[in-house]
């Protein structure tokens, strides 16, 4: 299992007042979530008038299919022209499953390790995860809609 994260930081220029931030906040969350199945939470800057920080948050099994719904979430915040995006960041958390990727790290089956060995492989497969995830360019989506 994999929690794949979207945080980015608005600059919503022509707001002047709580209620001018609420609408566009809430306008983009809704088209986020309707697209998506995502979900969406106003994270920081929350009394902030022409600032918002929100966050995506998906749940998956394939980091290329999270990092693809995360690309498209960025299509859709760039896309608004009631906000620009000063900045973004994303995460992957999650467990790698040892049984499927062990044959990569051992030639002995997993029921021959012992506990640490597994926590050790486990360590380098996650390693591995991040750096592949914070060094892959956004892949574009073969899939239809």
């Given at each position: 299992m994999l929690i794949a994260v979207l945080q980015f930081e608005l600059d919503i220029h022509w707001s002047q007042s709580l209620k001018d931030k609420r609408r566009v906040v809430r306008s983009?969350?809704?088209?986020?979530?309707?697209?998506?199945?995502?979900?969406?939470?106003?994270?920081?800057?929350?009394?902030?008038?022409?600032?918002?920080?929100?966050?995506?948050?998906?749940?998956?099994?394939?980091?290329?299919?999270?990092?693809?719904?995360?690309?498209?979430?960025?299509?859709?915040?760039?896309?608004?022209?009631?906000?620009?995006?000063v900045d973004s960041r994303r995460d992957f958390i999650g467990g790698i499953d040892i049984e499927e990727n062990l044959p990569e790290r051992d030639d002995r089956p997993a029921a021959d390790l012992t506990d640490e060995e597994k926590h050790d492989i486990e360590d380098e497969l996650l390693a591995d995860f991040a750096t592949n995830q914070t060094n892959t360019p956004p892949m574009e989506d073969n899939t239809s809609a």
């Open positions: 983009l969350r809704d088209r986020i979530v309707r697209a998506h199945r995502v979900s969406v939470s106003e994270v920081a800057n929350q009394d902030i008038l022409n600032r918002a920080t929100l966050a995506v948050a998906c749940v998956g099994t394939d980091g290329r299919v999270l990092g693809r719904v995360l690309d498209k979430v960025l299509d859709i915040v760039r896309a608004s022209t009631d906000a620009d995006i």
